[in-house]
């Protein structure tokens, strides 16, 4: 928690005056009790018109230079709080774009949505609360204490029993309240999760009638969730009612002290009814504390787990001196390459071995499960090689600087990604400063310049969040045309045609065999008609290398690829496709 107080620097002043002006309206509320007692004993008690209405202006000068300092105070603790929350938005957002793969599938997609929204939310509320009341709560109700000795020290020795006791209170319950608001917003990271894993695949969900079973799933969870917020918020709500007690037998006794000192004549009624608005001072504001212990103590959660991202390490480690070109262009080498997702968990790939020279055309094939996207993922080192070395160029990639790493690769994902704009944003974002002729030539490689013509706009057509105004096929050509506008050294596409027929992907493969500038192309697919005419094809199963060769090559001696090959097409096919 105090990590993140580093973004409350540049709001120095505000939360110095927020808290000052807040201590002098506390101190304007502390002198209010005198003035009522010195109207009640001499005004009153001595039948003086005069001062009556003397003491009712300074009350009313009082008020209304209370209320100033007060607005003040909000806004100067408004301004650090908005601020605050603003910065750390963007802190935190820039952080988790400089993530690592594997630590963004550790930490999980609804949890980092819940830190950057209702967490953050949750600690701009618990600012703006600690800068008007932390200072002032306890100004009142320590001043009240010593304004009561000030009338009567018999008396005020009341609020001396008083105080610790409710201070006892409230530490107990903040203490056990903390962890149950940590368990809280944990909750809602599962709920959130539960929902947009349902907004996101609502058509899976209605295809399989699933709907009703979905909605008992989240009932459940959110009753979960339910169960923990009342039993955070019972904890917590025994504040109010327990320092009611306390301070109200307070007041008992007072009220029975003072009338007996009054009969003695020890006291007079305007000092009396000054110690009870002191009593009744200490209770306002510890109803006040209730609530401001109760914010703190969600935002402290929240808090520790917006730090908890934060700490997390940014990207992948790079060596001091960061190498930024090796000797070649588009040279691959796989040495004896094993990685794993997680610590302890089973390899991902085993013992890899290969090397691809400039130019060339890699098609990598295996089961569902078998590595083939671990493995094109090690080239723009999205993770890390457990053992071994991946070579760029003739350079490991741990010595690369990233960003001139990743300026070789384009790459396209599994899942075509497309984000809300136009087409020519879209296409842009592998090259900003590309031409209009640039974009339509990748375009045309991609296969996608024919549906593209016939939207209006052409380039300035409108694309919707997650391209949902487009088809499957025809994000992945625009998705392919992106990574060609980028015009890369190494092209990397993860089953990125699959969504298209086999008419188009065959005019895909021969466009890329065309491209300029010996561009060296991975394509990773499930479709054997794809990686017939690759250089070499690398065969995976179960993580590791079955055997790498030509198509003719595995088809006479890879029974792993043999199983593929003739799953797709009849025997009798075999000549007719290869002379095709």
Request: hydrophobic share 45%; proline share 2%; net charge neutral.
């Amino acid at each position: 928690m105090k990590r993140l107080l580093f973004y409350l620097k540049d709001y120095k002043k505000e939360s110095i005056l927020g808290p000052l002006f807040k201590l002098l309206e506390a101190s304007f509320e502390l002198v209010v009790p005198l003035v009522v007692a010195s109207m009640i004993d001499v005004g009153i008690g001595g039948n003086n018109r005069s001062y009556i209405i003397k003491m009712c202006l300074i009350m009313a000068a009082l008020g209304v230079t209370g209320l100033i300092s007060s607005v003040t105070a909000q806004y100067f603790a408004a301004k650090a709080a908005v601020g605050f929350a603003t910065k750390l938005r963007h802190a935190l957002f820039a952080h988790i774009q400089s993530l690592s793969f594997a630590s963004m599938d550790e930490q999980g997609t609804s949890t980092l949505i819940t830190r950057m929204t209702s967490d953050i939310n949750q600690l701009q509320s618990g600012v703006n609360m600690v800068l008007r009341l932390f200072l002032r709560s306890p100004f009142i109700v320590f001043g009240a204490m010593i304004m009561a000795f000030t009338v009567d020290v018999n008396a005020a020795l009341i609020f001396v029993v008083v105080i610790p006791l409710l201070a006892v209170v409230v530490s107990g319950i903040t203490l056990i309240s903390i962890p149950m608001f940590g368990k809280v917003q944990r909750g809602l990271d599962q709920v959130l999760g539960l929902t947009r894993e349902n907004l996101t695949g609502v058509r899976v969900i209605r295809a399989f009638g699933k709907e009703e079973s979905e909605i008992e799933k989240f009932d459940q969870q959110t009753d979960v969730l339910k169960r923990m917020q009342v039993l955070a918020s019972k904890v917590s709500a025994l504040m109010n009612p327990v320092t009611y007690i306390i301070i109200n037998f307070g007041l008992i006794i007072l009220l029975h002290k003072g009338a007996v000192s009054v009969q003695m004549g020890l006291l007079t009624q305007g000092q009396v009814i000054a110690l009870v608005n002191y009593m009744s001072q200490i209770l306002i504001e510890l109803v006040k504390l209730a609530n401001l212990i109760v914010t703190v103590t969600k935002a402290a959660a929240c808090g520790s787990r917006v730090a908890g991202v934060l700490s997390l390490p940014g990207g992948m480690q790079e060596h001091e001196k960061k190498l930024t070109e090796g000797e070649g262009r588009g040279r691959i080498s796989f040495e004896n390459v094993s990685m794993r997702y997680h610590e302890g968990g089973e390899e991902a790939l085993t013992d890899i071995s290969f090397e691809v020279k400039q130019g060339e055309t890699i098609g990598i094939i295996g089961g569902t499960g078998s590595g083939k996207t671990s493995l094109v993922h090690l080239i723009p080192r999205f993770y890390d090689v457990e053992k071994g070395r991946v070579l760029v160029d003739g350079v490991d990639v741990r010595d690369y600087d990233l960003t001139a790493l990743r300026d070789k690769i384009g790459i396209v994902m599994q899942k075509a990604v497309l984000f809300q704009g136009t087409i020519r944003e879209n296409l842009r974002w592998g090259n900003e400063a590309a031409t209009d002729e640039e974009l339509w030539q990748a375009l045309r490689a991609a296969q996608a310049e024919e549906f593209v013509l016939q939207k209006e706009g052409r380039l300035d057509a409108p694309v919707e969040q997650e391209g949902r105004n487009l088809s499957g096929g025809q994000k992945q050509r625009l998705s392919i045309a992106r990574a060609l506008v980028k015009k890369p050294e190494i092209l990397i596409l993860d089953d990125s045609a699959s969504a298209l027929d086999y008419a188009t992907d065959a005019k895909l493969r021969k466009a890329l065999r065309e491209l300029p500038g010996e561009t060296t192309v991975f394509i990773v697919s499930q479709r054997a008609s794809s990686l017939m005419h690759a250089d070499q094809i690398i065969v995976l199963d179960d993580g590791c290398a079955a055997q790498i060769g030509t198509h003719k090559e595995l088809l006479e001696s890879c029974e792993v690829y043999q199983e593929i090959y003739y799953s797709q097409f009849e025997r009798g096919e075999k000549e007719k496709r290869e002379q095709a």
